[in-house]
C-alpha cells in the first residue's frame, strides 16, 4: 500500500489514477513541462559555447564544418546544419547567444520542447539553404543568426495569436534587418544577409503552421508541416546541387 492524501492506495489503484491523467498542453499544443526550466534553449546555447571553444583550440573544426558551397555540392551536405552551431569571434556568439536566450524561454513554453526543436533547427537550416542558392561560391558562412532570425519570426508570429503585444518584436526584426543590410555597406565585416532572410521566412512559416493549425488536427497539421518544409528545402539542396556539379565540374 501507498500513502496517499486521502489515506492508502494498493499500487494497481495508484497505476490506474496514473494513466487516468489527461496531459496537460500548451497553448498551442506541445505538452507543458512540469519544469518551467528551458531545457532546450539552454542545451542549444551549451552546444553553441562548446562548439565555440572547439574551434578556439583547433582550427580544423572550423574548416570541416563552415558552410562553403562547393563543399557542400561535393557531398558534405552535414555542413548546412552544422555551420549554425559556429560562430566568428566573441562578438558573434555573444550576441546570437543573449538572443536565444531572451527569445528561446518564452518559445520553448508556448511550443513544448519537440516543437521548439523542430523550429529552431529548421530555421537554421532555412538560413543555410538560402545561403547556398544565393551567395558567393568562395563564401564560408557560419553561425546561429538564421536560427535566431527563425525565432523573431516565430515569436511575432506566436505572439500576435496569443493577442501579445508584438511591437518589440517588430522593433528587433526591423533594426537587425537594417544591421544586416547596412553595416556591410559602411564597412569591411561581411554579414550573411542570405542566412538572416532565410531563417527569418522560415522560422515564420514553421511558426504558422504551429500556431494557426486547427485543434482538432493539430498534431497532424503541425507534424505534416514540420515534414512539408523539411522536404521542399531538401528539394532546393537537391536542385541547387545538381546545379553546382554541373557548373564546377563535378562528375
Known amino acids: 500500500m501507498h500513502s496517499a492524501s486521502v489515506g492508502h492506495q494498493c499500487p494497481e489503484c495508484v497505476g490506474a489514477s496514473a494513466q487516468a491523467v489527461v496531459p496537460v498542453r500548451t497553448p498551442l499544443g506541445g505538452r507543458q513541462q512540469r519544469s ?8 542549444l546555447i551549451g552546444i ?26 561535393d557531398g558534405e551536405l552535414y555542413r548546412l546544419l552544422t555551420s549554425a552551431f559556429l560562430h566568428y ?28 526543436g523542430a523550429l529552431y533547427l529548421l530555421s537554421a537550416l532555412g538560413g543555410s539553404v538560402l545561403v547556398y542558392l544565393l551567395s558567393d561560391l568562395s563564401a564560408a558562412t557560419a553561425g546561429a543568426s538564421g536560427a535566431v532570425f527563425g525565432l523573431f519570426g516565430a515569436m511575432f508570429v506566436v505572439g ?10 517588430i522593433g528587433i526584426i526591423g533594426l537587425n534587418l537594417a544591421f544586416t543590410f547596412v553595416i556591410p555597406l559602411i564597412s ?5 544577409w542570405q542566412g538572416h532572410v532565410g531563417g527569418l521566412v522560415t522560422g515564420a512559416a514553421v511558426a504558422a503552421a504551429y500556431a ?36 564546377i565540374g563535378l562528375s
Open 89 to 116: 569571434g566573441i562578438t558573434h556568439i555573444l550576441f546570437n547567444m543573449w538572443a536565444l536566450y531572451v527569445v528561446g524561454p518564452p518559445l520553448e513554453m508556448a511550443l513544448g520542447k519537440l516543437r521548439f
Open 212 to 247: 494557426y493549425a486547427p485543434r482538432q488536427r493539430r498534431d497532424l497539421v503541425q507534424a505534416g508541416a514540420t515534414v512539408a518544409v523539411l522536404v521542399l528545402l531538401v528539394a532546393l539542396v537537391w536542385w541547387r546541387t545538381a546545379e553546382l556539379r554541373a557548373m
Open 36 to 43: 518551467t526550466v528551458p531545457i532546450v534553449t539552454y542545451a
Open 188 to 192: 569591411s565585416q561581411n554579414i550573411s
Open 160 to 169: 500576435r495569436k496569443l493577442n501579445m503585444d508584438v511591437r518589440w518584436v
Open 48 to 73: 553553441n559555447v562548446l562548439m565555440f571553444v572547439l574551434q578556439s583550440v583547433s582550427s580544423g573544426v572550423q574548416r570541416a564544418l563552415v558552410l562553403w558551397s562547393p563543399a557542400v555540392a
